[in-house]
């Protein structure tokens, strides 16, 4: 009869299929028992209770183990890991998380996310958050759209570079009462940007770890359109915060929105709410029409059982003022997009866990080795791509 070690020999074939490690390195298997009888029971733990590839461990798991002579049958158990489990598992990737203290004057952190691109997700932050100032919180904007960042021209910032405190942090640049950050200050107009892997890690992780955002009530995170690289990053650098949906009425992007939500699921992010965007265009003569359909976003609110925080029409001046550099609910805040925008940042204002304001204001703890140095680079020193943030 094989023992647990030879059990566990075999298990090395079973490779998690999303971190490309076997099972037996990436310390999932939990327990291991064996019967006189040959019957082996094998508990694997998983990163999320929900997890998708679950069906992929069982078949692999009882393959391996009933390949071996003396066992006749394998019945496999899930477990979900702990949290310090995960955070062990996350350093072994070699994606930690920050370092404790890092965001501790931030009290919400919201990352503001879409399955697909062109829904309105940087319009809708660069909006919410100035509504949110203008309801008297602290709000800052991390463009994390480090490919196709917008928010620098949505507020009028163009790529400016911020300054470096005394501490050697980078210094959010402000307009419209919100402190921003954006790759765009960092790189020539236009150029192409290519971030990667590690890469982008570091580059999200510095954005977070050494800019000095501040006591803040509100961080909006404008992710990249999609799932990926960034977002899952983010998740995971960033567990407390919460995710919100973007999505047009129509039932195609609501199924692609759908997808967002379940790499949020996967990352154990939690789900605030969902932004219906482009509900509806009403004509100057008062003719509503629903351009890209009805009843989208309240479908996928209720399927993730998630509040819909609100129906933002379609209306020009909240393109044209994207455009110009004034978010609309500053200067029209009686538009009908600004009125649904501001609904929304009212709907967060009543979500928060606890009333941020009461909250202490605790001191960064900086862990580990200080930010590097910040060298104000020349403009011939600007490379675009893969580099390091020139903050480091
Ligand atoms: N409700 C709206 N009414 C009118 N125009 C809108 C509305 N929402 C967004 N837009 C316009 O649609 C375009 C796409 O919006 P935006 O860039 O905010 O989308 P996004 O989801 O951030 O895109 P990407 O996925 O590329 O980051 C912009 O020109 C924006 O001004
Ligand atoms: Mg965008």
Known sequence: MPNRDEIMKALEVVIDPELHRSIVELDM??????????????????????????????TAVAEAVTGLDGITHCNVYFDVLSDT???ALQQKLGRG??????????????????????????????????????????????????????????????????????????????????KVMSIGFFVEEDAAVVWRGPMLHKALTQFLQDVDWGALDYLLVDLPPGTGDVSMTLAQLLPQAQFLIVTTPQATAQ??????????????????????????????????????GEGGGQELADELDVPLLGKVPLTMPLREHADSG?????????DAASQAIRQVARGLVAMAPMAPMALPVLPVIQVG????????????????????????
């Open 369 to 392: 080795t200080p930010p590097p140095v910040a060298v104000p680079a020349s403009a011939g020193e600007r490379k675009p791509a893969g580099m390091s943030l020139p903050m480091a």
């Open 326 to 334: 004034v978010p609309l609910v500053i200067e029209d805040p009686e």
């Open 85 to 87: 489990q995960k955070q």
């Open 97 to 178: 998380s920050l370092p404790q203290g890092a965001l501790a004057q931030v009290s919400n952190v919201i990352c503001i996310g879409s399955g697909k691109g062109g829904v309105g997700k940087s319009t809708l932050t660069a909006n919410l958050a100035a509504a949110l100032a203008g309801e008297g919180k602290r709000v800052g904007v991390l463009d994390a759209d480090v490919w196709g960042y917008s928010i620098p021209r949505m507020y009028g910032l163009g790529s400016t570079r911020p300054p470096v405190s005394a501490e050697r942090k980078i210094i959010p640049l402000e307009a419209h009462g919100v």
């Open 29 to 58: 298997v939990r327990s291991i028992d064996v019967s006189d009888n040959g019957v082996a029971d094998v508990t694997v733990s998983l990163t999320t209770p929900g997890c998708p590839i679950k069906g992929h461990f069982q």
């Open 255 to 292: 199924k692609v929105a759908r997808r967002a939500a379940q790499m949020a699921d996967k990352v154990s992010l939690q789900i605030g709410g969902v932004v219906e965007n482009m509900s509806s265009f009403t004509t100057p003569s008062g003719e509503r029409f629903t351009i890209f």
